[in-house]
């Protein structure tokens, strides 16, 4: 299992994970870019890995992930 945060520092605890109005909504945005592209995460931004998964479902996951990042670049938060 793995789960997605939108933050600039990893979360170290259950209240740093916490995502805010704006990280929730690219949060929205990821998910639907991710079913968009035939990959099912659940509303936190979670999912899970299946031995059943071979290279090509795990890099077509990486691919995804990685344009729906690029997609909400211009979007995040700039550092402090």
Avoid at 34 to 59: H, P
């Amino acid at each position: 299992m793995f789960r997605v945060h939108l933050k600039a520092q990893p979360p170290r605890n259950y209240r740093e994970a916490y995502a805010d109005k704006a990280e929730s909504q690219l949060i929205s945005e990821l998910l639907d870019h991710m079913f968009d592209n035939g990959v099912m995460m659940v509303n936190t931004c979670s999912a899970a890995l299946s031995t059943k998964m071979g290279k090509k479902e795990i890099d077509h996951l990486v691919v995804k992930l990685k344009s729906g990042f690029e997609m909400l670049l211009p979007k995040m938060p700039k550092k402090g």
